[in-house]
């Protein structure tokens, strides 16, 4: 299936006055379909299995910024530090830890956003706001830590109907957004990446302050796992 171009123009569009970017989403979609939205001026895009992402690297152009936007366990990092230019999810103190080691062996560094719990649903993976404080305390104890850039949140609202309860687990997201950079990275201009809305309410997390909105059914169509 192509991409559907007239959406991706509308997305840039929705993006500009806000200076947000695209995170287009391509799990579990071919090489081609990529190659054809980066043709179209794409160059940002998310994956989500390690292995996936690992096989469709290296036959597409370098020039690729590649986020990946799933749950990572720790003992997969090393598969995609080599080139990854920022890891979206990261939950625990352990994988910032994790990361840093891997990054440091390729001479890199590895932008990371920690993943919130905002939603209702307990299945969705992130911190609470307590973790989150124990964790930035931590991570200020750490030294050595040169490869890992700490640069924003990432959050998932719930999957509801309401605008009012996403509106809502958004604008939390944004407080604590403020929140953190104040206290942790004040003066600090890498701390600045909220990453939050998907293809059903990217338009309200870019009202939220969100800066990289992460779709992919709108852009790929619907995804069946082969």
């Known amino acids: 299936m192509s991409i559907n171009l007239p959406?991706?123009?509308?997305?840039?569009?929705?993006?500009?006055?806000?200076?947000?970017?695209?995170?287009?989403?391509?799990k579990i979609k071919p090489v081609a379909d990529i190659r054809e939205l980066y043709d179209a001026g794409?160059?940002?895009?998310?994956?989500n299995y390690v292995q996936e992402l690992v096989q469709k690297q290296p036959e597409l152009p370098q020039d690729i910024e590649w986020h990946f936007i799933g749950h990572l366990q720790s003992n997969k990092?090393?598969?995609?530090?080599p080139f990854v230019t920022m890891i979206h999810a990261v939950d625990s103190l352990r994988l910032l830890l994790e990361i840093n080691k891997?990054?440091?062996?390729?001479?890199?560094?590895?932008?990371?956003?920690?993943?919130?719990?905002?939603?209702?649903?307990?299945?969705?993976?992130?911190?609470?706001?307590?973790?989150l404080e124990n964790l930035m305390?931590?991570?200020?104890?750490?030294?050595?830590?040169?490869h890992v850039r700490i640069a924003g949140l990432m959050g998932m609202a719930?999957?509801?109907?309401?605008?009012?309860?996403?509106?809502?687990?958004?604008?939390?997201?944004?407080e604590l957004f403020r929140q953190t950079k104040d206290r942790y990275f004040s003066g600090?201009?890498?701390f600045r990446?909220?990453?939050?809305?998907?293809?059903?309410?990217?338009?309200?997390?870019?009202?939220?302050?969100?800066?990289?909105?992460?779709?992919?059914?709108?852009?790929?169509?619907a995804r069946i796992r082969p």
């Not at 509801?160 to 944004?174: A, C, G, N």
């Open 42 to 47: 794409q160059r940002i895009f998310g994956e």
């Open 7 to 26: 959406a991706y123009q509308t997305i840039q569009q929705a993006l500009l006055p806000y200076g947000a970017r695209l995170v287009a989403v391509s």
């Open 137 to 146: 305390q931590e991570w200020q104890q750490q030294s050595e830590t040169t």
């Open 188 to 190: 600090q201009d890498y």
């Open 102 to 131: 891997q990054a440091a062996k390729h001479n890199r560094i590895i932008q990371c956003l920690l993943q919130v719990h905002i939603a209702e649903e307990e299945t969705k993976f992130g911190l609470n706001e307590t973790e």
């Open 77 to 81: 990092v090393k598969y995609i530090a």
């Open 193 to 221: 990446e909220l990453s939050m809305g998907m293809s059903g309410d990217y338009q309200l997390a870019l009202q939220c302050g969100s800066t990289l909105v992460r779709i992919g059914s709108l852009l790929f169509g």
């Open 158 to 174: 719930t999957n509801t109907d309401s605008e009012v309860q996403i509106q809502k687990e958004f604008k939390h997201l944004q």
